[in-house]
């Protein structure tokens, strides 16, 4: 089985609808992670959580929203979603115990908001 | 501010052809330059971490090398099973945060 994992794999969702895209991991890691993925622009940070209680704003966090609910999930809301929210999202975990990390990234989710 | 660009975007090999894919970046300071590979429509698979110039490490036909500017990474007698996107990542001290680059897509010829 998958160490992360993501549901939906594939979204297709109408302009100011609102919707979740939910990350699971068995690796046991403290810190998750979401970036969206956009051709020509590489991943970009929307929001990372070291721990349950902590929750940060990463470069692109605007119309976006997270929760930790758990050690294991990290979901990610879109509040009301537009067309320029199209894109292949993931979810990726690190150990949280080291100042020196790798990143361990799930399958991710295609959302395209029409 | 820090950044990372990768070079070239896009590279198509024949077959057993060695090269070498380029990863430059600015940061106030690395913690850690890392290298993944992307499959279409598929999560970035960890293949390597490196903390410090003159560091290297190597598996299968894969060899990343890091320097103070930038790091390589070498593919030694390609196969075609190795096309993919190669993306290079770095963190910077005293952030917790990661800086990807665009990517290079490789395209190994049979």
């Known amino acids: 089985d998958a160490d992360v994992t993501q549901t939906p794999r594939n979204r297709i969702t109408k302009t100011g609808k609102r919707i979740m895209l939910e990350c699971s991991q068995t690796?046991?890691?403290?810190?998750m992670y979401w970036y969206r993925q956009d051709p020509g622009l590489g991943l970009r940070l929307i929001y990372y959580?070291?721990?349950?209680?902590?929750?940060n704003k990463g470069e692109i966090s605007d119309g976006y929203s997270v929760s930790r609910q758990a050690q294991a999930k990290f979901s990610l809301s879109l509040e009301s979603a537009i067309p320029n929210q199209t894109a292949l999202y993931f979810c990726?975990?690190?150990?949280?115990?080291?100042?020196?990390?790798?990143?361990?990234f799930g399958p991710g989710t295609r959302l395209l908001v029409l | 501010e820090d950044q990372v660009t990768q070079s070239p975007e896009a590279l198509r090999l024949q077959e057993g052809e060695s090269s070498s894919l380029n990863c430059s970046y600015t940061?106030?300071?690395?913690?850690?330059l890392f290298w993944y590979r992307q499959d279409p429509g598929k999560g970035p698979e960890f293949l390597f971490t490196?903390?410090?110039a003159g560091e290297e490490k190597e598996k299968e036909r894969l060899k990343a090398t890091l320097t103070k500017k930038e790091s390589f990474l070498h593919i030694t007698a390609p196969k075609p099973e190795d096309s993919a996107t190669y993306l290079c990542?770095?963190?910077?001290?005293?952030?917790?945060?990661?800086?990807f680059g665009t990517g290079t897509r490789l395209k190994v010829l049979a």
């Open positions: 990726a975990t690190s150990p949280g115990h080291s100042s020196q990390e790798t990143q361990y």
């Open positions: 690796k046991g890691h403290d810190r």
């Open positions: 959580s070291f721990d349950v209680k902590d929750i």
């Open positions: 940061v106030s300071g690395l913690r850690g």
């Open positions: 490196l903390y410090s």
């Open positions: 990542a770095v963190q910077a001290a005293g952030t917790y945060k990661y800086i």
